[in-house]
């Protein structure tokens, strides 16, 4: 873990897009994206312990920045832990390394909605909001979001920022999002394919998903971050 003296040089820019980049880049570089995150999967090892009093720290210097940690790492640990293995072994040492974003969906008071899935000849369509997501950066941002197919069966699937039909709107204005790059959005009859499903959602969520969220916005709270 960095050492405190290293959390106050964390990168400032008045520009939010160049400011997301540079806090991602950072935290990566530092090691933080890696952090309680076991040597076979790219990371560096250590325990949830280390990564929450590193996000705490952080956040006592630079709150956007852990905004970003705690939606990278999030993301991270989603596909550490998805049975679409080819995916998210594709994906995984871009998102530890820094350079591509792992965006997540803000939590809301109620469940999310599920995006409405469409069968075509060769993939789905699929259509509805998505709501608030942070770390939308513009180095590029994968999204795990729920969906619900034809027949009802739900799963998780994989969005890009790249894909023809997810709109963004503008970023948050409040200073509290500054770099953060949080925005709400939407897919629009956008094209996904059979291969960028993750997860059944009736396959039981993996306890270390939900523990990474809960260290981390703990830590973000304790260092009077809303989150």
């Given at each position: 873990?960095?050492?405190?003296?290293?959390?106050?040089?964390?990168?400032?820019?008045?520009?939010?897009?160049?400011?997301?980049?540079?806090?991602?880049?950072?935290?990566?570089?530092?090691?933080?994206?890696?952090?309680?995150?076991?040597?076979?999967?790219?990371?560096?090892?250590?325990t949830l312990a280390?990564?929450?009093?590193?996000?705490?720290?952080?956040?006592?210097?630079?709150?956007?920045?852990?905004?970003?940690?705690?939606?990278?790492?999030?993301?991270i640990e989603q596909?550490?832990?998805?049975?679409?293995?080819?995916?998210?072994?594709?994906?995984?040492?871009?998102?530890?390394?820094?350079?591509?974003?792992?965006?997540?969906?803000?939590?809301?008071?109620?469940?999310?909605?599920?995006?409405?899935?469409?069968?075509?000849?060769?993939?789905?369509?699929?259509?509805?909001?998505?709501?608030?997501?942070?770390?939308?950066?513009?180095?590029?941002?994968?999204?795990?979001?729920?969906?619900?197919?034809?027949g009802g069966r739900?799963?998780?699937?994989?969005?890009?920022?790249?894909?023809?039909?997810?709109?963004?709107?503008?970023?948050?204005?409040?200073?509290?999002?500054?770099?953060?790059?949080?925005?709400?959005?939407?897919?629009?009859?956008?094209?996904?394919?059979?291969?960028?499903?993750?997860?059944?959602?009736?396959?039981?969520?993996?306890?270390?998903?939900?523990?990474?969220?809960?260290?981390?916005?703990?830590?973000?709270?304790?260092?009077?971050?809303?989150?």
């Amino acid at each position: 873990m960095p050492a405190d003296p290293v959390f106050a040089a964390v990168p400032v820019h008045l520009n939010p897009v160049i400011q997301g980049d540079l806090w991602l880049s950072w935290i990566a570089r530092e090691g933080l994206t890696a952090l309680a995150l076991p040597p076979e999967a790219g990371g560096q090892g250590g325990t949830l312990a280390e990564l929450g009093r590193a996000a705490r720290t952080l956040a006592r210097h630079a709150p956007g920045a852990a905004w970003v940690l705690w939606a990278q790492r999030l993301c991270i640990e989603q596909l550490h832990a998805a049975h679409n293995r080819a995916v998210a072994d594709y994906l995984l040492p871009d998102l530890i390394a820094g350079h591509r974003a792992g965006a997540c969906l803000l939590p809301t008071d109620s469940a999310p909605v599920p995006l409405a899935a469409r069968r075509l000849e060769r993939g789905w369509r699929l259509q509805g909001g998505l709501g608030l997501a942070a770390n939308l950066q513009w180095a590029g941002f994968v999204l795990v979001a729920p969906a619900c197919f034809e027949g009802g069966r739900r799963a998780r699937v994989l969005l890009s920022g790249d894909d023809d039909g997810l709109r963004r709107g503008p970023d948050r204005p409040e200073a509290d999002c500054h770099g953060t790059r949080t925005a709400e959005l939407q897919a629009q009859a956008l094209f996904f394919r059979d291969d960028e499903i993750l997860d059944a959602e009736d396959t039981p969520p993996d306890p270390r998903v939900t523990e990474v969220d809960r260290v981390l916005r703990a830590a973000l709270l304790d260092a009077g971050v809303p989150v």
